[in-house]
Each structure stands twice: as structure tokens, then as C-alpha cells.
């Protein structure tokens, strides 16, 4: 696997962003207002990690903006109501990368801390990430209820998503430990190069 902050990742992420205005116009000719706005939503939360480039790996950029056309492609092929796993896969990953990239957003400033403490930094990022799957099913909740569609089928349904956030939740940490140590050694690298 590449660097952390391979430029390609970047790219990757550039021509998905391509693909996610491809599929707001396509929403939004097909008069499907509701998804066009959703899916604006992911071009323009998915814009904000590519740009802020030097905050986050590119690995991260390229994750999220692969999250969000899962999101996409769900939205504009309705498959989130298709018999499958598809949205149980969604959740898992859309989690996993929303929490790996928020963690580091959120957390960077203390980074350097967290790096001698894993499993202090593996609980606060996997609980981090389970917040951030409540909310989101909350919002598919408020969603139902505001947009007048089936949004969330059961309570089955619900309690299988969060399962599946805590998964994305718990990956998400472990994958960012590893990003952590790669991205406080080049820190810290870069900064002794800096100062000689």
C-alpha cells in the first residue's frame, strides 16, 4: 500500500467528486429533488475533506469521497431498498471512513498525546465513531418523518445499522492507530529536518 499521502489518492479523490456532480445533475433532471439535495450534500461535505489537504492524508480524502458515492449510488439506483446487504455495507464503511477522517480533525491537536496511549486512543475513537452512527440514524429517522418517506423500515433494521457502525466504528480506530503513528512520525520527522 501506498503512503499515507500518496498523490494519487488526491487524484482518486478529484474524479470522484467529478462523479458526484454527474450524479446531483442526474438527480435533479430526473426531478428527484430530494435526492439531488442529499447527494449535494455529500458533493459539498466530501468537497471540504478533499481541500483541506493538509490536514488530513490524502488516503482519508479518498475514502470519504469513495463513502459518499456509495451514498450517492445508493440514492440515485435506490439499492438502500433492494433486498442484500448493500446498506449494512454502507453504514459499515460510510462510519468507518467518517469517523477515521473526523478523528483526525477532531483529535489532531492532541495526536502526539494519543500516540502513548492506545487503547485510551482506541475507546475515545471507536466511541466517537458510534456517536457519530446514532446520529446518523437519527437523522434517517428525522429524514422519515420531515421528507414524508420510509426511510427506516423496523427497529431490526435501526439496531442492525448501529451494529454495523460500531463495526465501521471499531475498524475505523484501528486503521487510524496505524494512520497515527505514520502521521506523527512524519511530523515529527519533518520537524527535526526543519530544525537542523
Not at 488530513?56 to 439506483?77: M, R, S
Not at 466504528?169 to 502521521?183: D, F, T, V
Amino acid at each position: 500500500m501506498k503512503n499515507l499521502n500518496w498523490k494519487g489518492y488526491r487524484i482518486i479523490a478529484w474524479i470522484g467528486q467529478a462523479l458526484l456532480t454527474i450524479f446531483v445533475i442526474a438527480a435533479a433532471f430526473q426531478g428527484k429533488w430530494s435526492n439531488a439535495l442529499g447527494l449535494a450534500f455529500f458533493l459539498i461535505v466530501s468537497l471540504v475533506f478533499v481541500i483541506r489537504d493538509d490536514k488530513l492524508p490524502t488516503l482519508f480524502d479518498f475514502l470519504f469521497v469513495l463513502a459518499a458515492l456509495l451514498n450517492a449510488t445508493g440514492w440515485v439506483w435506490g439499492l438502500f431498498g433492494m433486498p442484500g446487504p448493500y446498506d449494512e455495507i454502507v453504514h459499515l464503511y460510510t462510519t468507518f471512513a467518517i469517523t477515521l477522517a473526523l478523528s483526525f480533525l477532531v483529535y489532531g491537536s492532541m495526536l502526539s498525546i494519543f500516540r502513548n496511549h492506545t487503547l485510551l486512543y482506541l475507546v475515545t475513537i471507536t466511541s466517537f465513531g458510534i456517536a457519530i452512527g446514532a446520529l446518523w440514524e437519527v437523522a434517517e429517522w428525522s429524514a422519515g418523518n420531515i421528507l414524508s418517506t420510509e426511510v427506516i423500515e423496523s427497529l431490526d433494521d435501526t439496531i442492525i445499522d448501529l451494529v454495523m457502525d460500531s463495526l465501521g466504528a471499531g475498524l475505523a480506530a484501528l486503521i487510524s492507530l496505524w494512520a497515527l503513528r505514520e502521521w506523527t512520525n512524519r511530523v515529527d520527522t519533518n520537524h527535526v529536518q526543519s530544525d537542523t
